[in-house]
């Protein structure tokens, strides 16, 4: 009996021994509930006589430690009831749509004997027997003497409904997911352990990342249909991720991996890589305002030809606004508000390949090309690694990694918390004037159907080559989401289908679900103290000291060294 033995059955356990010593292995646990616990949370389940040994010392332990209620009731809250259900409390919800407290006995029964073999006994497949398993429980206890014949008689006579409902009734499939697969190297037994997750994510900005991505796909095949352009093919190709941080914290808060769960498990949030295209451009802004440019700086936005060499075969590359124009000279703001893949170019090449790259790889940011395509944004990327990197703008200056799981805690109260990882990259004075450019790629540039009315944005739009990757990157004062919408196999979408067109309005249909459901965001962008603000022009333009004014810049001291 579980309420006498001492937390191991010596006499079990020496009936097991022999039979061990005489296949020279391990062939027979002898386990109490005691040991299944500690072999479930504390223990791998390889079979060796260190690991058996070990078992009975912690299961020793505990007995001294806990009472049997308390170990019950861990061991209770850990073990699988069959249909992807762990914890008594998970399977009273799933099978039967009830909080513990309001469990029926027969239910009760139901589950206490489903253990035993979930597969067998599940009432979802095998009703009759699972009936029969909870009789049998009902029956004992009456034998005991710890139900009446009335409360026994009734309980055999029950019925209960059972719900053959799945894990993608989930509400957050994809973070479930996402948590086990970050936690399975750490504890071995994650799906099993009776653990006790928190994690950052905010379901209702969940539910409205997930409705606002399922938006911008809806409006894409709408616009297929309508330009005769739509096959079913491409429909089934066709999907999208959002990753949506508080930056401050690096928390995340909302993280869908997919259009449809039900379709597709594949996390695209976090396990696809795709090209950002010019969505990468902020950040080779950011390293310029850096060294000392400025939203008013003047750049060079004309064609050049450059020559390249692969395998002996010289080559000719010529590099395209998106509109096939060029300006001759425009602001840093124009180049960003309206893409300028030239002026972003020969910007690159005047402040120097190799410096650009060791500047960039000071963000965390992965495999930087050796060329002038990274100026096109040619690295790959999962929207939440970009997470990472956009958080040195949304947070002026200061990288955050995101992060996903704040503590875990197993059946013995012991909890591991997680905390980020900061790092300032640049001033909040000098990230500023990039956020002040950004907010009007969304006024008035590429990004403008990101706009939302009574809160400031800022973004980037950014699209591949032949409208392979459409993504729409930006924050509010408190919140950065990225939105990523392709072809899973990588061929272009629907013709006419970019950042600004698929992207930016399931980024403003989210952002207006988060006034509606959080009305105290924060609507505006502070300040930093020591900004100077001219205009240039009829440009209100942002100036440090790093970053001057155009006059200020334009007077150079004999003792003054050139950057450039």
Same mark, same amino acid.
């Given at each position: ?11 079990? $356990? ?11 292995? +391990? ?34 332990? $505990? ?7 308390? $170990? ?10 069959? &249909? ?32 035993? =073999? ?32 009335? !409360? ?46 928190? !994690? ?23 616009? =297929? &249909? ?80 450059? #020559? ?24 840093? %703001? ?7 893949? +030239? ?10 390949? !190799? ?8 963000? &965390? ?10 100026? +096109? ?15 040195? +703008? ?22 591991? &918390?997680? #905390? ?21 790629? $969304? ?20 699209? !591949? ?21 392709? /072809? ?15 992207? =930016? ?17 924060? %609507? ?29 810049? /334009?007077?150079?001291? #004999? ?6």
């Amino acid at each position: 009996m579980f309420f006498e033995h001492p937390g191991v059955n010596i006499d079990a $356990i020496f009936r097991a021994i022999i039979k061990d010593v005489k296949a020279r292995k +391990l062939v027979e646990g002898a386990s109490t509930i005691t040991q299944q616990l500690v072999k479930n949370t504390l223990l791998t389940r390889e079979k060796k006589f260190s690991r058996k040994f070990k078992e009975l010392l912690f299961s020793l332990k $505990i007995e001294a430690e806990l009472s049997k209620e308390e $170990i019950l009731e861990r061991y209770l809250n850990q073990i699988y009831y069959g &249909h992807g259900y762990y914890g008594i409390k998970t399977a009273a919800d799933g099978y039967f749509h009830k909080d513990l407290d309001d469990l029926s006995l027969k239910e009760m029964a139901i589950l206490v004997g489903l253990p035993k =073999a979930p597969s067998y006994y599940s009432p979802t497949r095998h009703y009759e027997q699972s009936m029969g398993r909870g009789n049998r429980v009902v029956s004992r206890m009456h034998q005991l003497g710890w139900i009446d014949d009335t !409360t026994y008689t009734t309980a055999l006579a029950e019925e209960p409904e059972v719900f053959d409902d799945t894990l993608t009734k989930n509400r957050a499939p994809y973070i479930v997911d996402e948590v086990l697969r970050q936690l399975k190297g750490e504890f071995k037994n994650v799906k099993g352990g009776g653990y006790k997750i928190t !994690t950052s994510i905010d379901i209702r900005m969940q539910e409205a990342g997930r409705r606002a991505l399922k938006k911008g796909y809806e409006l894409a095949m709408e616009r =297929a &249909h309508e330009a005769g352009d739509f096959n079913q093919t491409l429909m089934d190709k066709l999907n999208g991720a959002l990753v949506s941080i508080e930056p401050k914290s690096g928390d995340i808060l909302a993280l869908v991996g997919g259009v449809d769960y039900k379709v597709s498990q594949y996390n695209r949030a976090t396990q696809g890589k795709r090209q950002p295209g010019s969505a990468f451009k902020p950040l080779i802004y950011q390293v310029a305002v850096d060294l000392g440019y400025s939203g008013a700086s003047q750049l060079v936005d004309i064609a050049r030809t450059y #020559d390249y060499e692969v395998d002996g075969e010289e080559k000719k590359w010529k590099p395209k606004n998106y509109g096939k124009d060029y300006k001759g000279f425009i602001s840093l %703001r124009e180049a960003i508000v309206h893409s300028r893949n +030239l002026a972003t170019i020969n910007l690159v090449t005047d402040i120097g390949l !190799t410096t650009m790259r060791r500047a960039l790889s000071r963000f &965390h940011i992965k495999n930087l090309p050796p060329d002038l395509s990274l100026a +096109l944004g040619s690295i790959t990327v999962s929207p939440l690694e970009f997470s990472r990197y956009y958080t040195v +703008l949304s947070n002026y200056g200061t990288e955050v990694e995101p992060i996903l799981i704040r503590s875990v805690e197993n059946a013995f109260g012991e909890e591991v &918390h997680y #905390d980020n990882i900061k790092e300032e990259m640049t001033t909040p004075q000098q990230a500023f004037i990039m956020i002040d450019v950004m907010k009007d790629v $969304i006024k008035k540039g590429s990004g403008r159907k990101a706009r939302v009315a009574g809160i400031e944005l800022a973004g980037k739009t950014g699209t !591949t080559n032949k409208g392979v990757d459409a993504w729409f990157c930006g924050f509010s004062p408190e919140i950065q989401t990225i939105i990523w919408y392709g /072809n899973d196999d990588n061929t272009p979408m629907f013709k006419g289908e970019q950042g600004g067109r698929t992207a =930016a309005p399931a980024f403003a249909e989210y952002y207006k679900e988060i006034l509606n459901t959080h009305p105290e965001t924060k %609507r505006k962008f502070d300040e930093p103290e020591g900004m100077i603000s001219t205009y240039v022009g009829k440009q209100k333009e942002y100036f440090t000291e790093i970053s001057k004014p155009p006059m200020i810049q /334009n007077i150079q001291e #004999d003792n003054e060294e050139l950057l450039f």
